[in-house]
């Protein structure tokens, strides 16, 4: 009798996801086609977030959020000795970046996130249309290295760079190449 009831229990969550999968792919098909042309040149493209602040500022309670309002990045303090490096799973690249840090704000465990409180930064920078074609076409070309975007906060705003980061032909170094934006700076 139990083996009965799980076999149909089974049976009902096929026929459920045999229901949905048409209408996700059909989700899925309309949010690339409202996205930037540009992101699709960035698939299978392996990415890493850089966060850090310029020589003397300190951010506290820092959130950055991705074009679609997706959390990319939360901390409590960024300083240039205190930076953030991480791995971007979303499989491409953002849009635009909204950052925003303050004080007395509180800590949302639930989202990973800081909210409310004093604001002191709000910025939304461009992404995806300042990185050149020629940098997604070197990571096409040979594949093997990670592009990094660099978020570099300041009291007035937040600065953008990129590069390409590849493990050096003995594997225990990082090299960057074709440093670009607001800075070019590779090694911290």
């Not at 409202?34 to 992101?39: G, K, P, Q, T």
Request: with cysteine; hydrophobic share 40%; net charge positive.
């Amino acid at each position: 009798m139990m083996t009965h009831s799980i076999l149909q229990s089974r049976k009902r969550l096929l026929l459920a996801w045999m229901a949905v999968l048409p209408w996700m792919a059909g989700c899925s098909k309309a949010s690339q086609a409202s996205d930037n042309s540009r992101l699709s040149k960035s698939d299978g493209i392996g990415m890493t977030l850089v966060v850090d602040a310029v020589e003397g500022a300190k951010m506290g309670q820092v959130v950055i959020y991705d074009d679609r309002g997706l959390i990319i990045y939360s901390s409590a303090t960024v300083a240039r000795h205190q930076r953030g490096i991480l791995a971007l799973s979303s499989g491409r690249i953002p849009l635009s970046a909204h950052a925003i840090w303050g004080r007395d704000r509180h800590y949302d465990f639930g989202h990973a996130a800081w909210y409310g409180g004093t604001i002191l930064g709000d910025y939304t920078i461009p992404v995806a249309e300042r990185i050149p074609d020629a940098v997604l076409h070197e990571l096409r070309v040979h594949p093997r290295g990670n592009l990094r975007l660099k978020l570099r906060l300041k009291p007035d705003g937040v600065l953008f760079g990129w590069d390409i980061e590849r493990t050096a032909p003995l594997g225990d170094v990082s090299i960057f190449e074709m440093p670009g934006g607001d800075f070019a700076e590779t090694r911290y």
